[in-house]
């Protein structure tokens, strides 16, 4: 009689193919591996289940791939806010150095350098000046610094600042922070240095927020005696509006405010915010200009700061990059540079450092990441003439000037925001970790039906295969090792009960070593047969 194959399918082990197929949730893993021979509907399944599968694989690889490319979209948006930072407002008057506050010395260090002067022209110029020749036996200093004479030359807030109001309020030169650019001293509106609180504003318009007067003082404004590269032929007042976290590059990015017309200045704060490499490639370090990992390139961007500093911005970068150039290459530094390095004499601007830096921004040398977050401020200008002729007189009484001085110097800037609104410019990541992950969970419950929890049966059934066959197979060896073990074991204990003991009177032979045999018994003890004596 045949015996039923009910008990043997019973007994099939849990790593059986058959068995696993049948019960996991894979689709279509059932009917390739089921009970049977090989017939046309099983070629047919199989040949879909794995047609599935490669498609399923060429997705996830797909996906995978456009993941690593990693892309970014940029999002424009519109806010509205009830209270806006006002912005840092830094104004530079056009002419460096004040006339009436030159003295020979200065001409004697700074003439050659600054203004293109021989040393027999300085008794000229100083009559061109209306100043007196030097007394006979002039002795010039033994030494110069540069930072002191545009700090004692420059035009003073106090002298230029005739009328300023910030939203109707008074203010006054204590509002405005001194600040040394490549167009010598300058003064910023709402700098926040010093941890000084930063003044916002509630309203829009005009009225809303700087308005100020100035007299740019033409009649300090020193002769032009030859055509040298900081020759300035413009008159009146140059104007940055940037945020607090940057400093200013007013020669380069300022706009022009002239006398006799009142210019007005109206603004819109965007906020943009970049993504860091591997999708963008923003930087957010911070720059130290007295660090400097090693000589290299300046090409390259500058190295980071290994202690905290200001934080980072675009121009921040270049004026770093700038600084630590010049200091390579002049062994000092430019007053509007940052940094501990000695100012530069006279000679040095001349013979180094203004060729240096004008070689570095012809060929925009200094390669600098953008920040990865960024306020800055879009402008629109519009101007009207100032005074008008019924004002003329009043200006002219009130600021005890005549009317044509009035109309040669004087100007008024108005600063304010055109609305309580700003802009959001945003990059972001276009394929997250969770969309990856969507994406193949679809393409696999699309192609092969099945989900995470059919992935940790596969694993579970690679360990059974790995546990039965494998683990299995070096347990049965085993197994049957000790099986052959104990066999000679219980043969080697036969042979020593019916062994004859042998006797002689002669010498006796010399004895082998003792043959020992080790192995284990059922009951895993040691024991060691001795089969010779």
Not at 275 to 298: H, I, K, N, Q, Y
Not at 477 to 489: F, G, I, K, P, V
Request: with cysteine; proline share 8%; aromatic share 8%.
């Amino acid at each position: 009689m045949k015996p039923s194959s009910g008990p043997e399918e019973a007994r099939q082990p849990t790593s059986d193919i058959r068995v696993f197929a049948s019960n996991c949730t894979l689709h279509g893993l059932g009917h390739v591996f089921g009970p049977g021979g090989l017939t046309l509907r099983r070629v047919l399944w199989a040949t879909a289940v794995l047609l599935s599968l490669a498609t399923f694989l060429y997705q996830v690889v797909e996906r995978v791939h456009y993941y690593r490319e990693f892309h970014h979209q940029t999002a424009l948006d519109e806010r509205e806010s009830h209270r806006l930072t006002f912005p840092a407002v830094t104004l530079c008057n056009i002419n460096p150095l004040r006339r009436s506050r030159l003295t020979p010395n200065d001409l004697h260090w700074a003439g050659p350098a600054l203004l293109g002067l021989d040393p027999t022209e300085h008794a000229a110029f100083l009559h061109a000046l209306g100043q007196p020749p030097a007394p006979p036996g002039f002795m010039p200093s033994a030494t110069f610094d540069m930072a002191q004479l545009y700090a004692r030359a420059g035009h003073s807030l106090d002298g230029m600042l005739l009328d300023c109001r910030y939203r109707g309020q008074p203010c006054g030169p204590e509002n405005f922070t001194e600040v040394f650019t490549r167009m010598g001293r300058c003064y910023t509106f709402n700098s926040g240095a010093g941890g000084a609180e930063l003044l916002t504003t509630t309203k829009g318009g005009a009225g809303n927020g700087l308005e100020i007067m100035l007299d740019v003082q033409q009649e300090e404004y020193l002769p032009v005696w030859r055509d040298v590269e900081e020759t300035p032929f413009e008159v009146g007042i140059r104007v940055q509006i940037h945020s607090q976290e940057e400093p200013p590059l007013i020669d380069q990015l300022g706009l022009g405010a002239a006398p006799g017309y009142q210019t007005f200045v109206s603004c819109q704060q965007q906020q943009l915010s970049f993504l860091p490499p591997p999708w963008g490639d923003c930087s957010s370090v911070s720059l130290d200009p007295d660090f400097e990992l090693e000589p290299s390139d300046p090409l390259g961007a500058p190295g980071p700061s290994p202690t905290p500093s200001s934080p980072y911005s675009l121009v921040g970068c270049r004026l770093v990059c700038e600084t630590r150039y010049v200091a390579r290459k002049c062994g000092c530094r430019m007053i509007h540079m940052p940094g501990s390095a000695p100012v530069c004499s006279p000679q040095q601007y001349k013979d180094c450092a203004h060729p240096a830096l004008d070689a570095m921004l012809r060929r925009d040398a200094c390669s600098c990441p953008r920040p990865c977050a960024v306020t800055r401020y879009a402008k629109e200008l519009s101007m009207v003439r100032i005074p008008s002729r019924a004002a003329a007189r009043y200006l002219a009484r009130k600021f005890n000037r005549s009317e044509a001085e009035i109309a040669e110097n004087v100007l008024v800037l108005d600063i304010f925001f055109e609305a309580l609104n700003y802009e959001t410019v945003e990059q972001k990541k276009a394929y997250e970790v969770s969309e990856l992950l969507g994406d193949i969970g679809g393409q696999m419950g699309l192609f092969i039906g099945a989900s995470l929890l059919t992935i940790l049966e596969i694993l579970d059934y690679l360990c059974e295969v790995f546990r039965d066959r494998v683990l299995g197979y070096f347990w049965n060896r085993r197994r049957s090792q000790r099986h052959s073990s104990t066999n000679l074991l219980q043969e080697g204990l036969g042979s020593h009960r019916t062994q004859v003991p042998h006797f002689s009177l002669g010498p006796r032979p010399p004895t082998p070593p003792c043959a020992v045999t080790k192995t284990l018994s059922a009951s895993h003890h040691t024991c060691y047969l001795v089969t010779r004596l």
